[in-house]
């Protein structure tokens, strides 16, 4: 089990992510994390425990550890950005690990992602 504890802490240490991030935080293999839930995930883990009994016995220690969803893919080659929400938008530039500092404006965010399309766009779909 310190195996997997010492793997954990090792890939949270990796992660952009703010999602990813917040699941290392909850689950205590940040540097900043206010727990400490290594063990309870790496036990189960070490017998191949499915992933909802796992969920279910964290949540009785923290629910909000359960949570933590990815949101649906967007394709940014086939989505019409003037449809798009500003929220996805946002999940759009995030993914990327990009800002848009100043944009107050839904133009501004469609601008900013259509400057930054050739660089991301041909990597294949992110998910968010």
């Known amino acids: 089990m310190p195996e997997?504890?010492?793997?954990?802490?090792?890939?949270c240490k990796k992660f952009t992510i703010l999602k990813e991030k917040r699941m290392c935080y909850y689950i205590g293999g940040s540097d900043d994390a206010a727990t400490g839930?290594?063990?309870e995930l790496s036990r189960p883990l070490s017998y191949n425990m499915p992933k909802e009994k796992?969920?279910?016995?964290?949540?009785?220690?923290?629910?909000?550890?359960c949570e933590l969803a990815y949101e649906k893919e967007?394709?940014?080659?086939?989505?019409?950005?003037?449809?798009?929400?500003?929220?996805e938008l946002r999940n759009i530039l995030s993914a990327w690990?990009?800002?848009?500092?100043g944009c107050?404006?839904?133009?501004?965010?469609?601008?900013?992602i259509e400057e930054l399309k050739p660089k991301?766009?041909?990597k294949g779909k992110k998910e968010l």
Do not use: H
Not at 4 to 9: G, T
Not at 54 to 65: G, M, S, V
């Open 4 to 11: 997997i504890e010492s793997m954990m802490k090792k890939e």
């Open 37 to 39: 839930m290594l063990r």
């Open 54 to 65: 796992i969920c279910e016995n964290l949540k009785k220690k923290d629910a909000a550890i």
């Open 74 to 87: 967007i394709d940014v080659n086939t989505i019409d950005l003037k449809k798009a929400r500003v929220k």
């Open 97 to 101: 690990g990009e800002t848009c500092k």
């Open 104 to 112: 107050t404006a839904k133009s501004d965010f469609i601008r900013r």
């Open 120 to 122: 991301y766009a041909n």
